[in-house]
C-alpha cells in the first residue's frame, strides 16, 4: 500500500525552529517529486514546496522562502522541512504529498498533481 | 502568482442531488487543474487531473471539465460519502495554487 505518514508536529513558541518528516512506502520514493502542502485552521489549502528526485530542485512559496528548508534521504524514504523562524501565521496542518505526472495529448508536456497526501502533522505556534 | 476562485464557498444539497462546483484562473492554464476531496481527519483526496481525467478508483459520478480559465467539478448524484471540502489546484506553474475551497453539506 502506498503511503506517507508526517511526524513532528508540535506547539512552539514563535521564533523557533522545528523539522517535520514523512516516510514514504509503498512506492519507489526516488523516483519521485515531492511536496508539502498545509491547512492553517479554518483556511484553505496552501502550497508550501517542492523537491525533485534527487534533492537537485526546490521551490518555495513566498511566505516560507528564507526560513523554510526542504531535504529527502532517498536512502531512508524520508521528506523532510526544516522551519526556522516559526511565525503564528504558519501554525497550520502541514501535508506531505507525492507527485504525480502525466504525458500531455499536446506536445511534450506532462499533466503534474498530487496523488498520494498523508494525513498531516499540526504545528501550533504560540506567542 | 495564478490566483484560483472557487464558487460557491458552501452549499447545502440532499443525497441524490447533482452539484457543480466552479474554479475560475486569473490567467489560462490549459488543462492544469486538479480537483481533490478533504474530509477532517483524512488524507486529501485526488479526484479528477488534468482537468477532465478520473482518477483511478473514484466513483463516476465525480466529472471534470473546462480549459483555459474556468472549469467545472460535478457530482452527477450526490451520495452521503461525498459531504465534504473540495478544492482545486493549478499545476500550471509554481506557486502552485488552491482555490479557497467548498464545503458541501447536507441539506
Known amino acids: 500500500e502506498v503511503q506517507l505518514v508526517e511526524s513532528g508536529g508540535v506547539v512552539i513558541q514563535t521564533g523557533g525552529s522545528l523539522r517535520l518528516s514523512c516516510a514514504a512506502s509503498?512506492?519507489?520514493?526516488?523516483?519521485?517529486?515531492m511536496h508539502w502542502v498545509r491547512q492553517a485552521p479554518g483556511k484553505g489549502l496552501e502550497w508550501v514546496s517542492l523537491?525533485?528526485?534527487?534533492?537537485?530542485?526546490?521551490y518555495y512559496a513566498d511566505s516560507v522562502k528564507g526560513r523554510f528548508t526542504i531535504s529527502r534521504d532517498n536512502s531512508k524514504n524520508s521528506l523532510y522541512l526544516q522551519m526556522n523562524s516559526l511565525g503564528t501565521e504558519d501554525t497550520a496542518l502541514y501535508y506531505c504529498a507525492k507527485e504525480e505526472k502525466v504525458a500531455s495529448s499536446v506536445g511534450y508536456s506532462y499533466y503534474y498533481y498530487l496523488d498520494v497526501w498523508g494525513k498531516g502533522t499540526t504545528v501550533t505556534v504560540s506567542s | 502568482d495564478i490566483q484560483m476562485t472557487q464558487s460557491p464557498s458552501s452549499l447545502s444539497a440532499s443525497v441524490g442531488d447533482r452539484v457543480t462546483i466552479t474554479c475560475r484562473a486569473s490567467q489560462s492554464i490549459s488543462r492544469y487543474l486538479i480537483w481533490y476531496q478533504l474530509k477532517p481527519g483524512k488524507a486529501p483526496k485526488l479526484l479528477i487531473y488534468a482537468a477532465s481525467s478520473l482518477q483511478s478508483g473514484v466513483p463516476s459520478r465525480f466529472s471534470g471539465s473546462g480549459s483555459g480559465t474556468d472549469f467545472t467539478l460535478t457530482i452527477s448524484s450526490l451520495q452521503p460519502e461525498d459531504f465534504a471540502t473540495y478544492f482545486c489546484q493549478q499545476s500550471h506553474s509554481t506557486p502552485w495554487t488552491f482555490g479557497q475551497g467548498t464545503k458541501v453539506e447536507i441539506k
Open positions: 509503498g512506492f519507489i520514493f526516488n523516483d519521485f517529486t
Open positions: 523537491i525533485n528526485w534527487d534533492g537537485g530542485t526546490t
